[in-house]
């Protein structure tokens, strides 16, 4: 019998590096967005849709990193080389987002005099949410937070987590909304009409 071809092993490790670069991409597409739509981020309104607008300029560079990865991992399953893991890429991102949980715990303990002031840093790192921290409070002050308004801007980067492993659960099934959308807006082709036909007076 043949053995089977070795597969390079691709770690969590290696794919939540991969991750973190295209994360760190998303943030700066992100701030760029931010500082754009300062104008709008005046209103609740305004506030929600830059939100919107934000975290879907976000997702492009996340969404198509991890979707590739559960492609990818699609692909090395079915050849027997791993087994399946619907929620590796929450695991990955978990991994990923390791540097941002230290920050939401020094955000924390800022509230309680034991670490400076960072929410301006905070919001910078986490640009992709920033106009959702300024919903829930927007000054930078830290006796402005309420406790619960801090340990709810901490949770906020659960988020980019949600998208990361959603997105690997899509590829891992070969699944692309986008393509979806594509070939079901395609216009059928239009059959050509056949011309009436003239009945002879005579």
């Not at 924390?108 to 905070?122: A, V």
């Amino acid at each position: 019998m043949k053995e089977k071809p070795k597969v390079k092993e691709i770690t969590m490790v290696n794919q939540a590096l991969g991750l973190l670069g295209a994360h760190a991409g998303g943030v700066v597409l992100s701030l760029i967005f931010c500082l754009g739509l300062s104008g709008l981020m005046t209103s609740v309104g305004g506030l929600i849709t830059a939100q919107i607008l934000i975290l879907l300029v976000y997702s492009f560079p996340t969404y198509s990193a991890m979707w590739d990865y559960g492609h990818r991992d699609l692909n090395r399953f079915n050849y027997g080389h791993i087994k399946r893991d619907q929620f590796r890429g929450f695991k990955v991102s978990l991994i990923s987002n390791i540097p941002v949980f230290i920050l939401s715990l020094l955000f924390i303990l800022s509230k309680f005099g034991l670490f400076y002031n960072i929410t301006i840093l905070y919001k910078l790192i986490n640009a992709e949410i920033w106009p959702l921290i300024n919903l829930i409070q927007p000054w930078a002050y830290m006796d402005k937070f309420a406790i619960w308004q801090v340990f709810l801007v901490a949770l906020l980067p659960i988020i980019p987590i949600f998208i990361a492993g959603g997105a690997y659960i899509l590829g891992n099934h070969d699944y692309s909304p986008m393509q979806k959308l594509v070939y079901k807006n395609k216009k059928k082709p239009v059959k050509p009409k056949t011309p009436p036909t003239i009945k002879s007076k005579y």
